[in-house]
């Protein structure tokens, strides 16, 4: 305790720059500022956050009564930002202190919470500037798998995952030369193969078991079935320490071994649609392989369960990409191994594929893939096999499958997103009305309150009318109907506009309130007060009024 009080003073008297923060917090302090705080500190390198003591010298502590469940905040910390941060109870004679103590951001990697990096400006915080960012990223170095692997050669390497990339490369580019080549030729034109010697990327896409236990032994690809989320051994565990190339197509047999099939029918209508899409989990696969960081010692997991699959990658994502960008922004870490996947039609785009993987998903009713456990050193993608609502898929067969692949990545995620009744981003607007304007979706409504649902004709055409007249809302006077008898049940004490958004729950406050002014013209209802305070009631104000009067008069008469 007597070093503890001799580290305070310690702070107590040192200048606040930007590894220490002190705040007042007498009372409270907000969590989601606290977030952003330590997200600040741990980008410039980590620090302490000091709560209950004042920010200017000469400091004193006054003491701070926020956050008294410690253990509580500390998980709330670490979910939100994955970083684990310590916290202390210091109990000062003049109050109680708590210190955060934050580590620093991984290297070449910012942290940010909700898409935002912050650092702090003077006082307060500011978003990360740009050049601040670019000496972030640029600590990542260069790409690791592009350096050449000192005492390796082609001997090295297994000779069938090398004639299995050269027959894909010249299938892709329609080459027949690349099957003559020598395979010194190949991998030097394939850039794996440089003056100086084999590149890491080589190596990991082709070497033989002994050569990747000798030069990369984390390269590895660990696949485990598991029946239950009990923890202890996996009821079948293989290890693939080799190149990916010779592989691959193992790794997906065994996933395969216990794919099983979900089947839906209605009417006419008959899908039999496996538990783990084919094409998203090759893609899932390729992504952990090209991203991964090859600098930690960690390997590649791919954990199966009956009706999920976990790809857990060590490295975190590669420097500039979120979860909420990873659509749209590509930085692979590795290029040169997303180079020669991209050369022999294993993907599309150099290292990205998760469009593919978010289509998938959507095509068959299943959740989109989960990236939730995350964090700055690990990628966790979690692919859900379950299908959710057979009757998204009778939406999607009912649009046609010409039309449907006519659709954007976004397109997809916009239609799924007003199926399921979630809110859409406003930067989808642009999407959202070529879609009304393509019929696939309505409007309901204008102004803040805007709603989407999916058009009629589809609901009609799947047998589910009363859905659609569930999900687009019930009509203008049956809603006006409800306010009113709401009203009148509750007349005696008058109705407030909270209960209005519990009786239309559909509705915003200002769609609700365009309602009541209509009852009031129409006489039906009136106000007292005003804000949260005021309270409507039945009937015209003017009646009401003479009402109450009328009251007053006979209850004077009564008590003279």
């Known amino acids: 305790m007597?070093?503890?009080?001799?580290?305070?003073?310690?702070?107590?008297?040192?200048?606040?720059?930007?590894?220490?923060?002190?705040?007042?917090?007498?009372?409270?302090?907000?969590?989601?500022?606290?977030?952003?705080?330590?997200?600040?500190?741990?980008?410039?390198?980590g620090g302490k956050m000091i709560l209950g003591v004042t920010d200017k010298l000469p400091r004193h502590v006054v003491g701070t009564g926020a956050f008294t469940n410690l253990e509580r905040t500390k998980a709330g910390l670490i979910e939100r930002i994955h970083l684990r941060i310590d916290a202390e109870e210091i109990h000062h004679h003049q109050g109680r202190v708590l210190v955060f103590h934050v580590p620093s951001r991984p290297i070449g990697m910012p942290i940010h919470y909700e898409g935002r990096y912050f650092m702090r400006a003077g006082e307060s915080l500011a978003p990360m500037l740009p050049d601040m960012m670019k000496r972030i990223f640029d600590e990542a170095g260069p790409d690791f798998t592009a350096e050449t692997c000192q005492g390796a050669s082609i001997a090295d390497l297994d000779q069938k995952a090398v004639d299995d990339f050269r027959h894909r490369w010249a299938r892709k580019s329609k080459n027949d030369k690349l099957l003559t080549l020598p395979s010194e030729q190949l991998l030097t034109d394939a850039e794996l193969l440089t003056r100086e010697g084999l590149t890491y990327a080589a190596l990991i896409l082709f070497a033989s078991r002994v050569a990747m236990g000798r030069f990369l032994s984390q390269s590895e690809i660990i696949f485990e079935y598991r029946s239950t989320d009990a923890t202890g051994p996996a009821q079948q565990r293989e290890e693939f320490r080799q190149g990916f190339f010779a592989c691959y197509e193992d790794l997906w047999k065994l996933i395969n071994l216990r794919n099983d099939k979900q089947h839906f029918q209605d009417g006419l209508f008959v899908w039999d649609i496996l538990t783990f899409n084919e094409g998203a989990v090759r893609e899932a696969i390729l992504n952990a392989v090209s991203h991964r960081d090859y600098r930690l010692s960690g390997s590649v997991f791919v954990r199966q369960y009956p009706r999920r699959l976990e790809i857990v990658s060590p490295g975190g994502l590669p420097p500039g990409i979120t979860p909420e960008n990873i659509l749209w922004e590509q930085a692979p870490r590795n290029r040169r191994i997303a180079e020669t996947f991209s050369r022999c039609g294993l993907v599309e785009r150099s290292g990205q594929g998760m469009n593919r993987i978010f289509e998938a998903c959507i095509r068959e009713s299943k959740p989109r893939p989960d990236f939730t456990r995350s964090d700055p050193f690990h990628v966790w993608l979690t692919l859900h096999g379950e299908v959710r609502n057979p009757e998204f898929l009778r939406f999607l067969e009912k649009i046609g499958k010409e039309r449907l692949e006519s659709f954007t990545t976004q397109d997809l995620i916009v239609i799924d997103h007003v199926f399921r009744n979630e809110p859409v981003l406003s930067e989808d607007k642009g999407t959202l009305l070529r879609l009304v304007e393509h019929g696939i979706i309505e409007q309901i409504s204008r102004g803040r309150g805007t709603r989407y649902v999916l058009a009629r004709q589809f609901y009609d055409l799947i047998g589910k009318k009363g859905s659609y007249t569930r999900r687009r809302g019930l009509d203008r006077e049956t809603n006006k109907s409800l306010l009113v008898k709401h009203i009148q049940e509750n007349d005696a004490v008058g109705s407030k506009m909270d209960e209005f958004r519990q009786v239309l729950p559909s509705h915003s406050r200002s769609q609700i309130q365009v309602l009541l002014r209509e009852l009031v013209k129409e006489d039906k209802i009136h106000s007292h007060g005003v804000t949260q305070a005021g309270r409507w009631f039945t009937g015209p104000k003017a009646a009401h009024c003479n009402h109450k009067q009328l009251d007053k008069n006979k209850g004077g008469k009564s008590g003279s």
């Open 2 to 45: 007597n070093q503890q009080f001799h580290q305070l003073e310690i702070w107590l008297r040192a200048k606040e720059t930007e590894h220490i923060e002190f705040k007042e917090a007498k009372q409270r302090y907000d969590f989601e500022e606290l977030v952003k705080y330590c997200v600040a500190l741990a980008n410039e390198g």
